[in-house]
T-cell receptor, first 115, second 115 residues
Framework: AQSVSQHNHHVILSEAASLELGCNYS??????LFWYVQYPGQHLQLLLK??????LVKGIKGFEAEFIKSKFSFNLRKPSVQWSDTAEYFC?????????????FGKGTHLIIQP | DTGVSQNPRHKITKRGQNVTFRCDPI?????LYWYRQTLGQGPEFLTY????????KSRLLSDRFSAERPKGSFSTLEIQRTEQGDSAMYLC?????????????FGPGTRLTVL
């Protein structure tokens, strides 16, 4: 079965700082990868996803993520964060042919942006 | 708003009681997923439906849990003989197509507290 690790549980940054949130997965086959975000008081919503093609994917609100197969990683980046990026960020994976169509989520990273 | 809706939003019950939650997906979405999220963890997949057929159940879904989607529209999740360990946020998500790469849209969740 696949698993997802998010190593940073809490991150505090100042506005305009650059952001990188780590995500590593364990599965030897083909994977589909997702980043979801939950803003305070709101539902989980999709930031971006990768399932094939260019390993550098761009999402909403200036976020991007890079799939590095050799490192089993899918890190989330943003060059300059804003106060409104304060939220919980979840990395998720689904394994193709793994017999499971549900998503496997990491524990999440709580990001706080200080004005 | 035509997003995923869940009712009730909060449920407090005593140990041993049965509870039922409802999820209304986005109209015409074929797939409907149930997840459970406990404090400090990411969502954990429980089960999903493709139209009215329940196609997959996680090992987390004990015999006390049952889910239905009788007409391929709304779904219910019932927990019988609740235990304190069932206290969690129960999330519902829906997606339009039949591929695991299709975006899952999440509802606000039902928070269950078992006393």
């Amino acid at each position: 079965a696949q698993s997802v690790s998010q190593h940073n549980h809490h991150v505090i940054l100042s506005e305009a700082a650059s952001l990188e949130l780590g995500c590593n997965y364990s599965y030897g086959g083909t994977v589909n990868l997702f980043w979801y975000v939950q803003y305070p008081g709101q539902h989980l919503q999709l930031l971006l996803k990768y399932f094939s093609g260019d390993p550098l994917v761009k999402g909403i609100k200036g976020f991007e993520a890079e799939f590095i197969k050799s490192k089993f990683s899918f890190n989330l980046r943003k060059p300059s964060v804003q106060w409104s990026d304060t939220a919980e960020y979840f990395c998720a994976v689904n394994a193709e042919g793994g017999g499971a169509d549900g998503l496997t989520f990491g524990k999440g990273t709580h990001l706080i942006i200080q004005p | 708003d035509t997003g995923v809706s869940q009712n009730p939003r909060h449920k407090i019950t005593k140990r041993g009681q049965n509870v039922t939650f409802r999820c209304d997906p986005i109209s015409e979405h074929n797939r409907l997923y149930w997840y459970r999220q406990t404090l400090g963890q990411g969502p954990e997949f429980l089960t999903y439906f493709q139209n009215e057929a329940q196609l997959e159940k996680s090992r987390l879904l004990s015999d006390r849990f049952s889910a239905e989607r009788p007409k391929g529209s709304f779904s219910t999740l019932e927990i019988q003989r609740t235990e304190q360990g069932d206290s969690a946020m129960y999330l519902c998500a829906s997606s339009l197509g039949y591929a695991v790469t299709d975006t899952q849209y999440f509802g606000p969740g039902t928070r269950l507290t078992v006393l």
